[in-house]
């Protein structure tokens, strides 16, 4: 019982009102009673209501009426319809309008009782998934794609242009770019909001279940079959469907999915009937699908249909001057995630940070800042705390290289990215050790970064 619970009793039999507030005030509700519906509304407008149980047939406005205008104002507040003149039709309409339930006239307090617990479990549960959809629309809101920098802007306004229509969209971008996170962004802003965003890797399932997980089956359509499955897009159906990695989906997948998407329609593996779909199609790759359809890996007519508005996200490489505001972002959440007291990092640890050496982009930035969260001692992070990827020690390196059998190519950058290290970042006191020019230096990184695999 939610002992807490606010409850409005309408009815303008004053004696039924009375009686009916009593006994729920003995069961430790608050309980407000109204005998009118113009009354009844006015009361829930202006105070918190969790349920409101009302008579159907009453002068001014009557429970059917009262009923529909409070779930315009408040939809999680929760109704019961109680009449002395019960049908099956004004049943079901009350149903169909949102009433929780419908109680005809003579009914026992036990009824009423265990009815009220009921709605306040439903209504308690209907609260909680209105806050982790505010939760996910909130974490998902554009205000949430950390970027300051020229084409991060430029990428705001297109996802904000974009999330108002029904285009199919294709997101290009390198791994840990963050594809999926404004995938999200584009359906939680959008007016399939309400309805759900199902993602899917098509490099995560084997090719001959992949067909499976997308357009269902029926029993006995394949061994092990026991049962009938819905596909995702089944369970997509009025959202988004999200096709991470379309790039390495196999051909002849590709030509159901055209037809899927041409035809608005579907039809699960093993069945000869089809089912209509209203899903919109968010892809994401790593790869240049013109190339690869150049070399007959990927359909050129799918491509057109899902190229209609591309989106493609930068390297964290070439957005270096996001690198701060990111750090800023994980350090405030995993320092919170962990408890930490951490309260900033040097100016010569982000210096270190702001070199182009991201190859796995914004996920690898994290992962460097979760793990020096964790693992420092200080107050505030230093050079010491910040493990770049791929980096070795001065002292590490002639045996790594003997190791390895490196290249004289590559015995030099490994030095040069030790001795910058070493300095903190310092360009200038680097090329002094190294006993070239600070031009010198930056050609040689330039050409390193380049060409680095």
């Known amino acids: 019982m939610v002992v807490t619970a606010e409850i409005l009793v309408v009815d303008d039999d004053k004696e039924m009102g009375e009686l009916l507030k009593d006994f729920l005030k003995k069961e430790g509700f608050r309980v407000h009673l109204e005998n009118t519906g113009k009354n009844a509304l006015a009361w829930v407008k202006e105070n918190e209501v969790d349920l409101v149980i009302t008579d159907i047939k009453m002068p001014d406005m009557n429970g059917m009426q009262l009923l529909k205008e409070i779930k315009k104002i408040k939809s999680c507040t929760q109704v019961i319809m109680i009449t002395a003149f019960g049908s099956i039709e004004s049943a079901i309409e009350a149903l169909k309008e949102g009433a929780y339930h419908y109680i005809t006239k003579p009914f026992k307090m036990n ?24 939760e996910v629309e ?32 294709i997101i290009y971008g390198e791994s840990g770019t963050g594809k999926e996170l404004v995938a999200k962004a584009i359906h939680y802003n959008s007016l399939r909001r309400e309805n759900p965003f199902v993602p899917i890797n098509c490099t995560a399932i084997p090719e001959g279940l ?13 061994t092990g079959a026991i049962g009938s499955k819905k596909g995702l897009f089944e369970k997509a159906d009025g ?15 590709q030509g159901k999915l055209l037809r899927a998407i041409q035809d608005r329609e579907i039809r699960p593996v093993g069945s000869i009937e089809t089912a209509k779909i209203d899903v919109r199609i968010i892809a994401a790759t790593n790869k240049n699908l013109l190339e690869e359809i150049e070399q007959k890996r990927f359909r050129e007519d799918l491509y057109y249909r899902l190229n209609v508005i591309p989106i493609h996200l930068p390297s964290l490489n070439e957005k270096l001057e996001d690198i701060p505001i990111l750090v800023e972002h994980f350090l405030s959440k995993h320092k919170k995630d962990y408890g930490r007291e951490i309260k900033g990092i040097s100016k010569e640890a982000l210096n ?16 460097v800042i979760e793990r020096a969260v ?7 992070l230093n050079v010491e705390d910040i493990p770049l990827p791929g980096e070795t020690k001065l002292e590490d390196l002639l045996p790594a290289s ?35 020019s600070c031009r010198t230096l930056y050609r040689k990184e330039k050409d390193f970064f380049k060409n680095k695999p």
């Open 402 to 436: 003997l190791a390895k059998h490196m290249t004289l190519e590559e015995f030099e950058n490994q030095y040069i990215s030790a001795i910058l290290k070493e300095v903190n970042g310092n360009k200038q006191l680097a090329a002094e050790i190294l006993g070239i």
């Open 210 to 222: 992949l067909e499976s997980e997308l357009f269902g089956h029926v029993k006995g359509a394949f």
């Open 352 to 367: 270190l940070l702001m070199r182009p050496i991201w190859r796995g982009n914004v996920r690898e930035l994290e992962n």
């Open 138 to 169: 909130r974490k998902y809101s554009f205000e949430n794609i950390i970027g300051k920098s020229k084409v991060m802007q430029r990428i705001f306004d297109l996802i904000k242009t974009v999330s108002c229509n029904n285009s199919n969209i």
């Open 374 to 380: 964790v693992l420092s001692s200080n107050e505030i």
């Open 239 to 253: 959202g988004t469907l999200f096709l991470d990695e379309i790039g390495d989906m196999g051909l002849g997948l």
């Open 111 to 134: 009824e009423i009782l265990i009815t009220v617990n009921k709605a306040l479990e439903k209504k308690s549960l209907e609260q909680e998934n209105v806050h982790l959809r505010s």
